[in-house]
């Protein structure tokens, strides 16, 4: 497709379910974000990936979060033993190389806890 | 560390205001500035940037220019439209390296009225 790609678009889980987000980037795009936002806060940055290389995960909030691109295409992030406060909407986004190119977003995965 | 600062909202216009959203910034560098528009059921979106001091991002009627001796971004439309009603998010991005990671506000809903 011509956008940034993300599915399931919603995910219930029940508290300490692992969970896995799909967001599948515009062909070509090298650089790759992934983004948790909260209900009525902006986006935080959560990992980085520039190819397969994970470059930067400092947002990471804890060791349950995990994230994966192991072909420079397609990414997961997936999350261990997932808890409330887990619930946001997961935002991905690429660009074309990372530096002075604008990033595109997907529709988000609305994750909720129960 | 980085961080966007946003007016507070919700803001309700009639149709054919002038629009004025506040942004300040605080970045250690000289980072990009940014304007993401999120419309209802949809994902975020790039209206306008600005990457260095005094430049001017302008799209869609929407204007904003990068002020560096006060650390803002203001966004301005001479005349709003119903069509704009949208959540608004500042950003910035420091592109130090490869990794351009954004550091969003809290974003700020805009409801124009016919």
């Known amino acids: 497709g011509a956008g940034v790609s993300q599915s399931p678009r919603y995910k219930v889980a029940k508290r300490g379910q692992d969970v896995a987000l799909r967001c599948d980037p515009i062909s070509g795009h090298v650089s790759l974000f992934w983004y948790q936002q909260a209900l009525g806060q902006g986006p935080e940055f959560l990992t980085y990936f520039q190819n397969e290389a994970q470059l930067d995960k400092s947002g990471l909030p804890s060791d349950r979060f995990f994230a994966e691109r192991p072909e420079g295409s397609v990414s997961t992030l997936k999350i261990q033993r997932t808890q409330q406060e887990d619930s946001a909407v997961y935002l991905c986004?690429?660009?074309?190389?990372?530096?002075?190119?604008?990033?595109?977003f997907g529709d988000g995965t609305r994750l909720s806890i129960l | 560390g980085d961080s966007v600062t946003q007016m507070e909202g919700p803001v309700t216009l009639s149709e054919e205001a002038f629009l004025t959203i506040n942004c300040t910034y605080t970045?250690?560098?000289?980072?990009?500035l940014f304007w993401y528009v999120q419309y209802p059921g949809e994902g975020l979106q790039l209206l306008l940037k600005?990457?260095?001091?005094?430049d001017k991002g302008s799209n869609k009627g929407f204007e904003a220019t990068y002020r560096k001796e006060t650390t803002s971004f203001h966004l301005e439309k001479g005349s709003v439209q119903v069509s704009d009603s949208a959540v608004y998010f500042c950003a910035l991005s420091d592109g130090a390296g490869a990794n351009s990671k954004l550091t969003f506000g809290k974003g700020i809903t805009l409801s124009v009225r016919p």
């Open positions: 986004a690429s660009s074309l190389d990372g530096v002075n190119q604008p990033q595109h």
């Open positions: 600005a990457t260095k001091a005094d």
């Open positions: 970045a250690t560098g000289y980072p990009s």
